[in-house]
């Protein structure tokens, strides 16, 4: 049964700085691995989807890396600002397109 | 292209009523998910469609939770009777059913049982 862990559960970071969240999974044998933000209240929007096959993806100040043998994804959000507050979750799509959630990472950015 | 629709995007009741949510995903994406939410964690599965047959429904407590997806388009997600512990929000997704597919999330529906 495939198992994903975020760490670390709240990250408080003061404006401007870089930061990386982290996901692992259990099981290596996944399709691809998603990240999404969700804000207090709202659905999940996704930001990045990398596919087995790619190492990283890139969009604006968002980078999500794949390391499938290790079992390990990282989100790097560059000069972070107020508005990246929010909670990160990752999910890995394995088979029978089975879609598992970690249990996400809240990040407060201080202005 | 339209999102997944989810409603009632709200919902109170008493524990012991019943409560349904409904959802109606892309046009064209085969696979269904229900998800239950409780506060401060990650999304837990329910329930997977694939067009009007269940791939997964391990985690679905089936004493009280229900959910089909006739004729492989919308779905509704039933609970009967409603527990305290049932409060969460319920999150419905869909995707294609290519196994490099992305997923995409309704707005959901926060459910209160008092």
């Known amino acids: 049964k495939q198992e994903v862990t975020q760490i670390p559960a709240a990250l408080s970071v003061p404006e401007g700085e870089n ?13 691809n691995l998603q990240w999404f933000r969700q ?10 989807l990398i596919q087995s096959s790619q190492r990283e993806q890139t969009s604006g100040r968002l980078n999500a890396s794949l390391d499938k043998s290790s079992g390990r994804s990282t989100l790097y959000i560059a000069a ?3 508005g990246d507050s929010a909670t990160y979750l990752c999910a890995v799509r394995s088979a029978g397109n089975m879609l598992t959630f970690g249990g996400g990472t809240r990040l407060m950015v201080k202005p | 292209e339209a999102g997944v629709a989810q409603s009632p995007r709200y919902k109170i009741i008493e524990k012991r009523q019943s409560v349904a949510f409904w959802c109606n995903p892309i046009s064209g994406h085969a ?4 998800y239950q939410q409780i506060l401060g964690q990650g999304p837990k599965l329910l329930i997977q469609f694939q067009n009007n047959g269940v791939v997964d429904d391990s985690q679905l407590p089936k004493d009280r939770f229900s959910a089909e997806r006739l004729k492989g388009v919308d779905s509704t997600l039933k609970i009967q009777p409603a527990k305290l512990e049932d409060s969460a929000v319920y999150l419905c997704a869909s995707s294609f059913s290519g196994r490099g597919t992305e997923a995409f999330f309704g ?6 049982v008092v």
């Open chain 2, 31 to 34: 696979t269904l998910y229900w």
């Open chain 1, 80 to 82: 972070s600002q107020p």
């Open chain 1, 39 to 48: 804000d207090p209240g709202k659905g999940l929007t996704s930001l990045l």
């Open chain 1, 19 to 31: 930061l990386v969240l982290n996901c692992s999974f259990t099981d290596s044998a996944i399709y």
């Open chain 2, 107 to 112: 707005q959901g529906t926060r459910l209160t």
